[in-house]
C-alpha cells in the first residue's frame, strides 16, 4: 500500500546561487544546459516523481544569479533538511541550493515578488579567477556621466528603447527604485532595484551608460532614448558576464 504522504504535493521556496556562463539561461530550451531543468531532473532522481519549478525571473545566457528564489511543487515526504542535502548532493557545482523552505499554495516565485535587485561589474583592468563574472573594459569610464544616466530611469519609465523588439509582453513600463554605479578598487559596479525588469533591460542600459562614459555619446542622448522608445537610439547590449540576480524581494 502506498504511503498517502506521497499523494499530496507540497510547495517549497528554494534560494539559490548560480554560475551562468555554461547555460543557456534560467529556463529549459530545446538545446543546452538550463537551470530550471538540472533542478527539475535532481528533484525527480531523489522522489521518484516528475516535480516542477518555477523561477522568480529568467535569466538569460550566462548571467548569474546569488539570489534566485524559485518554487518547486514535489510528491515528497522527505524534509526540507533532507532536500537540501540531496539537491546539493545531486546538482552539478555550478548550482547552489542555499536554503529549502515549506511554504503554502498562495506563494509563486514570480507574481508573488515585488522586487528585483541586479548588479553588473565592470573591471578596469585585467582578471583571470573572475573573468567570468566581470566585463572587462580597458579604456577610461566617467562614472559621473553613468550617474548622471542614472538618474533619468528612476521611477515609472518606458523602457521598450532597452530590450529585444520581439520582446512578447503586454508594456514596457518599469518603475525602478534604485539606480546607481560605484567605484571599488578597480571595479565599476551598477546596481538596480526595479519592480520587474524587460528582457536583456540591465544589459542594454549598462552598455548605453558605458557609452555616455567612454564618451561615445552624451547623457542627452542617453535621455532622448528613453523618451524617443527607440531601439536605434540606445547604445549596444553589455556582455552577460558581469550581470549578477541579487535578491528577490517579497512582502
Sequence with gaps: MEDPAHDSSRRLKLLLEYDGTDFVGWQIQPNGRS???????AF?????????VVGSGRTDSGVHARGQVAHAIIKSDLSTEKIYEALNGILPNDIAVLNVTEVDDTFHARY???ERRYSYTISTSPCAIDRRIVWYVWYSLSIEKMNACCSYILGDNDFRAFTKSEAEVDHYRCTVNHAGWRESDARLIFTIHANRFLHNMVRALVGSMVDVGRGYSTVDQFKAAIQSGKKKDAGPTAPAAGLVLEEVIYE
Design 112 to 114: 508573488s515578488a515585488r
Design 44 to 52: 525527480t532522481q531523489f522522489t521518484g516523481t516528475d516535480a516542477t
Design 35 to 41: 537551470v530550471q531543468a538540472m533542478l527539475q531532473k
